[in-house]
C-alpha cells in the first residue's frame, strides 16, 4: 500500500538515526508521532512487575487521558535501569515537548530493546531537533519501520468506515516478533484514529478488543517489560466526534477491532523463526476463561510447539499440555482436530489414516488445532506458532 493510505488527518510523523543499539548501527531507530491538537488517549501496558522506565512514565501520563506526541525509540528497553532510566525518559520527553511547543505531560515515552543498559541520552537528544523537523503526514511506514528489533518486516493496518456523520479512519502500527506472552498489550503498538471518541467509549472498545486479539496471541511465553498499546483520538483542532448512538458505536468498534487483529495476526506470523502459524481453538468448556487456559497452555507448550515445526500429528503431546492447565474435564470424552482432520473420538484414535492426512494439513503454513472437552458451551482460541532452530539463533545473539 502507498503512504497515502497510511496518512490521516491531524497526525504526524518522523524518524531518524540514533544509534540506540550501537553508534556504528545506521538505521532508523528513533521515532516521533505527533498530534496537531491534544487527542484523547488510553492505552493498556505490561503486566510484568519488572516494567521499563518508559511504562512507569507512561502509566502516570495516560491518567489525564489526553497526550499529543508518542517518543518511541528501538535498540535499548530503558528497562531495569532504576531512577537514571526514569530521569532519562523524562528528559527527552521535556527535550521534545520543548521543540513542539506543548506541555511535556502530553508526551508519551515508549521504548524496545536490550534490557538493563542505560540510554545513549546525549545521541538522543542530539537527534531531538531533526525529530520534529523532519515531521511529515507521509512518513508513518517510516516510524512503523523504526520501531522493530528481531521484526523482519513492519507490521501495520488500517480501516476505513463510514459513520453517521461522514468517513472516519483508524491507521495502526505495531512491533514485536519474541517476547509475547501477555496479560496485557503484547508488545508496542499505537493506533490513531481521526474522530474524536469520548474516553470511556475509547477506553472500554479498546480493552474489549486488546482482550481478544493482543490478549490472544503467544510466541515463546515470556511477558516483556516494555509492553505498551495505544489509542490516540482527534488529532485535528476540531474533529468530527464519534455520536453514541449504537449504530456507529459498532461500526467504531469493529473497526478498532479490524486493525488491533490485523496487528496481533501480523506478529505471529513475523514470529522469531516461525514458519507456521497455528489458531489453537478450545470448545466446551465450562466458562470462557477456562478455554483461554487450556488454548494457552497448549500454545506455549515447548513440546507441541516444536511437533508443529516437524509437522508431526502428535496428539499426545497436545492432550498432555491440556491435561496441564488446571482446568478439569473428562479426558475419556474429549474431541481433537488437527485442521479439518478428526484424530481422537470421545477418547479414543479415530480408524483410518489420519495421520497421513494430519500431516498434509500440518504442511500448510497456517492450520488449525480444535480440542472440545464436552463439559460446557464455552470457547476461546489462541494464536500461536512454531519452535525452530533459528528462534534459538536470534535469542542466542540478541545482545550483540
Known sequence: MSNGGFEIEGFRFSAVSAGIKRPDLVRPDFALIFSDHAAVTVGVTTTNLVCAAPVTVTRQRLLGGLSQAVLINSGNANAYTGESGIRDSLALASGVATLLS????LVIPMS???????????RMQEKLPELVKSLHSSKFERVASAIMTTDTKPKIASSE??????PMKIIGMAKGAGMIAPNMATMLAVILVDVLVERSVLQKAFIDANRLTFNRVTIDGDTSTNDTALVLSGGLAFPRELKTDISDLEIFSEALFDVCSSLANQIVKDGEGATKVVNIKVRGTY???AAEKVARRIAESPLVKTAFHGEDPNWGRIVCAAGSAGISFDP?????WIGAVQIVRSGRLIDGDWETQSKREMAKPEFSVTIDLKEGHYEASILTC???EEYVEINADYRS
Do not use: C, H, M
Open 161 to 166: 468506515k463510514t459513520l453517521s456523520n461522514g
Open 386 to 388: 512454531d519452535l525452530s
Open 112 to 122: 524496545t530493546g536490550v534490557i538493563g543498559q542505560p540510554l545513549p541520552l546525549g
Open 287 to 289: 466458562d470462557e476463561a
Open 102 to 105: 506543548i506541555n511535556e505531560e
Open 332 to 336: 475419556s470424552r474429549i474431541d481433537l
